[in-house]
């Protein structure tokens, strides 16, 4: 165990800055090696007499400082490891600071960095103390004027945020332009580009009138892959109007897409910078599930224009202000856009595989933790995905009207301003008589409740007695949980599959909302016709684990009555997930009558979903190997890989006719990226999966399928099937040819071949092992470059947990060999990878000390401090 560990940043030691700045001038000489950065800031002392000023810096090279006017003498400032101490005058300042630093020795990727020759930022969370000594917290918000000089060949295009300015000619090689941003922003949503592209423009009519200039800056030659992340920004720019009645501000709105960034994309005022797998794409190269991506997080970074800029957060504590309430908001966007149904399934399939795991693991912390070792390892499932769900269960308790005239109460009272949770919560409470006081303690408390139900009839009374209890348990630093309001909507069925009307709290409805507020309670329906089957947590209104009581009869009259696709799809999982677990310690045959009766009931949904191709593709699917160990203790995910594939073998055989025939729909046409016409191509992917799983008896079919495919969509699920269809015979060289001849076609399309890249890290071939060592030894496997390292590293580690977890530790072993080259390049890149660590005290012993093994192995490398943050977390 390491020593050095710094002490925690608490919420508690929150105060506010004693400084306002009112105005910052930036200018930028750019250079890759040397880039002169000239920071002019003018303010105030608002309070106190003798306070310090402090202001962040990181890996800068200080030229020099003037003061009003005056160069300062040294002994009026000191330098530390974390920046500057000023000794201030009261009153008004002027403070011009000059640092050097060096964007092409930046691996990473936090500052300002080259990538693909091109300078571009990322300061969020605390990436803009590497470009300049300030202030650098989100409360302290300033308007910034930008300058930027640079080479006029290599660096055509200069941009920044808010509204563009002068520009010209200086001398003959260089040139220089001027960027103004009027809102007052934190300097985490400063953003800065130079260089060389393509640029996809277009225009976008605000609500008011108001014509904006929209453009994609793009590599050079990818101009043709930019329409649909274009059409997803207008469409966003129009839903945020009409659903939130929040119109865009400023004369220009940028997104700019590069090649080398360690998370999805930023929402920098007025110049979004994208990771550009999630802005490129076209019918050949980009995958159903890549233009989906695409469509959210154009959003989602538009959508962060008022949840996250106009309104900021106070300090970091506060992250999930921002973000819980724009993932919320570009999952309605997705639900409106595409298939509401379908949209809510897949969100909880990710909330249930990152966010439940996440939960339940040595890493859990809840949605606004009280303190953190790391910012950087705060951007979590946690904080987006149950941010999200808390707004959902928001609106669910206190209802539309009041959800809206809140939201609305919070955009008024805290615009240009830096909040926190109770601000938001406060805007809610003035705008229902709801009280929503117990409702903070979701915020605070980690951990995914447990919620048990089970109801009696009483014929006579013609009442049911529903009783329903929760339970959490304890997590890292939190061994007592209190018990949280949890909406859970509610209906009750006749044991034949009719919904009933019955009579809850005065009220009578076929659904009805049951709020569990105590640790236990009870709920009596009246006017119930008949002995009822209850539905509890509809479309998963809380996000909680359910144990409803009911028997595996009820849960297939459910899935076969219930007109709510999502409870339906529920609970055929539920009944999937048990069975599962019960073939996963059962391999003697015994369970061919429940193997046959959940195969009935998939079947009937099936074929009644059919022509909804993409909901009747969820159908299909099982629970992943890793929602299924997150219950389980000792586990071995090669038994709940048997497990899996004996029960897609038997949905495979009992379907099988109607699969083949759906791989054989030959898609005719240009190219359709709408979510009906990706339904379709989703369902031929789940039909080619499970045809695989009857091993070598379609593999040439699915091989044949692979050549004539036009889409990438069906070409990767092709490949995927290939690459799990065990053995070295004839299939091996199937997948291996597949592979060539897709390397030979996509060879210089970097996000192409990530995807080739994954195919093979996540196939269960008894050959993984030394493939993945003669990937990682290509000249193409850059370490720098993160979405080349995670096609490797995260596709194994997370979506592969057969080899993963192989018995023997070589997974454990060679992500750990990964994590250590990566860490001295990219900390945040190493501690995202070392979070796939998380479970390991789920599994079997032997797992266990070989993943110790590694851990230690880790913990003993003088690890960055974000990677370190992780280790000592999982090893505690
Ligand atoms: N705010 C960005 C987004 O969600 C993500 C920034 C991630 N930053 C980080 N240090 N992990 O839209
Ligand atoms: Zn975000």
Known sequence: MRTDTPPPVRLVD?????????????????????????????????????ALMNLHGENLKLISIALNGHILPENQYEQTDEGLNIHMPAGEFCLEIETEISPEENTQLSGLYMSGGRFCTQCEAEGFRRITFYPDRPDVLAPFDVRMEANKEKYPYLLSNGNPGKSGDIGTDRHYAEWSDPHPKPSYLFALVAGDFDVYTDSFTTMSGKETPLAIYVDKGDYDRCAYAMDSLKRSMSWDEDVFGREYDLDVFNIVAVRDFNFGAMENKGLNIFNAAYVLADGKTATDADFEAIESIVAHEYFHNWTGNRITCRDWFQLCLKEGLTVYRDQEFSADMRSRAVTRIKDVIRLRARQFSEDGGPLAHSVRPDEYARIDNLYTATVYEKGAELIRMLRTLIGDTAFFAGLNRYFDTYDGQAATIEDFLNSFQLSTSENIKEFANWYSQSGTPVVTASGVYDSIARTYTLTVGQRTEPTP??????????????????????????????????EHLVVLRDFEQVFVFTDVSSAPIHSLNRGFSAPIKLKDGLNDANRSTLAAADNDPFAQWEGLQTLARGLLIDLASNEDGSMNDRIHAFVDAID?????????????????????????IQDQNASDPSKFHAARLTLKRAIARHIENSLVATIQNQETGPFDPSASAAGRRALKATAIDLLSSLQNEHAQRISDNFHSAT?????????????????????GELFDNALTVFEEKWKDSALVMDKWYSVQAMSVRSDLRARLQRLCARTDFDLKNPNRVRAVAAAFAMN?????????????????????????????????????????????????????????????????????????????
């Open 477 to 510: 630093g939190q061994p007592d949980k209190l018990a949280l309001p949890i909406p859970l909507r509610t209906a009750l069925f006749s044991n034949k599959g009719r919904r009933l009307s019955t009579k809850l709290n005065g009220e009578i409805n076929d």
């Open 14 to 50: 929150y105060r506010p800055y004693p400084f306002a700045l009112d105005h910052v001038n930036l200018e930028f000489f750019l250079e890759p090696s040397k880039t002169r950065v000239r920071n002019k800031m003018t303010g105030r002392r608002v309070f106190g007499e003798h």
């Open 800 to 876: 592969n947990p057969v080899a993963f977890h192989a018995p023997d530790g070589w997974g454990y072993e060679f992500l750990t060999d990964i994590i250590l080259k990566v860490d001295g390049l990219n900390p945040a890149l190493s501690a995202r990878l070392a979070t796939a660590f998380e479970n390991w005290r789920r599994f079997s012993s032997d797992r266990q000390i070989h993943a110790e093994k590694q851990l230690r192995r880790l913990d003993d490398a003088n690890l960055s401090k974000n990677a370190q943050d992780i280790i000592t977390r999982a090893l505690a």
């Open 711 to 731: 889409t990438m969509t069906e070409i990767l699920a092709s490949m995927n099937a290939l690459g799990n269809i065990e053995g070295g015979g004839a299939e």
């Open 604 to 628: 009937e949904a099936f074929t009644a979903a059919i022509d909804d191709p993409a909901f009747a593709s969820l159908i299909l699917r099982l629970p992943s190997v890793g929602e299924l």
